[in-house]
T-cell receptor
Framework: RKEVEQDPGPFNVPEGATVAFNCTYS??????FFWYRQDCRKEPKLLMSVYSSGNEDGRFTAQLNRASQYISLLIRDSKLSDSATYLCVVDNYGQNFVFGPGTRLSVLP | SQTIHQWPATLVQPVGSPLSLECTVEGTSNPNLYWYRQAAGRGLQLLFY??????ISSEVPQNLSASRPQDRQFILSSKKLLLSDSGFYLCAWTVRGSYEQYFGPGTRLTVT
């Protein structure tokens, strides 16, 4: 089993749609969780950290379920500019960052 | 504010040639530093990380090495490149006590 797995995608959604990405991780000792976005041929950029209680940043909501070792990202009211690959990242005290393979999102006009 | 630099942006090297990629961070002290590689169409693979000058941990055995000669400088090297070394090389840093990583613009390496 891979350490971090994500929905294979790609997701093609119309503008204004709500889309959800799922991520599972295998290391129960993992302590920190993040979502990054990566545009084509660019570096990944931090989208948001994921906290145990769940957190929201504008149109983006992240949730963590430690018992099920599951992380999710919800994007509401999708914009064309949201088109990118979304990377789930799991870490253990800053010394073992593991990136998922990514889920590609295309928001269509 | 903090800034991370990487150079060169693109590089084409023949098989068997040496490699040196440099990463520097500005605006912070004593960061944790990381080297990643992303092969075409693949996910990011952690290669090395460093928690201080001269302290390097290797995640993947390969013909690459890393060095940290100064607090905010991280260098990735190879004595002889292989075709399989082609990829997008990314340097990243974190502030001590925070595990949010910030990436440099990357170096796109093609080994021919």
């Amino acid at each position: 089993r891979k350490e971090v797995e994500q929905d294979p995608g790609p997701f093609n959604v119309p503008e204004g749609a709500t889309v959800a990405f799922n991520c599972t991780y295998s290391n129960s000792a993992s302590q920190s969780f993040f979502w990054y976005r990566q545009d084509c041929r660019k570096e990944p950029k931090l989208l948001m950290s994921v906290y145990s209680s769940g957190n929201e940043d504008g149109r983006f909501t992240a949730q963590l379920n430690r018992a099920s070792q599951y992380i999710s990202l919800l994007i509401r009211d999708s914009k064309l500019s949201d088109s990118a690959t979304y990377l789930c990242v799991v870490d253990n005290y800053g010394q073992n960052f593991v990136f998922g393979p990514g889920t590609r999102l295309s928001v269509l006009p | 504010s903090q800034t991370i630099h990487q150079w060169p942006a693109t590089l084409v090297q023949p098989v068997g040639s040496p490699l040196s990629l440099e990463c520097t961070v500005e605006g912070t002290s004593n960061p944790n530093l990381y080297w990643y590689r992303q092969a075409a169409g693949r996910g990011l693979q952690l290669l090395f990380y460093s928690v201080g000058i001269g302290q390097i941990s290797s995640e993947v055995p390969q013909n690459l090495s890393a060095s940290r000669p100064q607090d905010r400088q991280f260098i990735l090297s190879s004595k002889k490149l292989l075709l399989s070394d082609s990829g997008f090389y990314l340097c990243a840093w974190t502030v001590r006590g925070s595990y949010e990583q910030y990436f440099g613009p990357g170096t796109r390496l093609t080994v021919t």
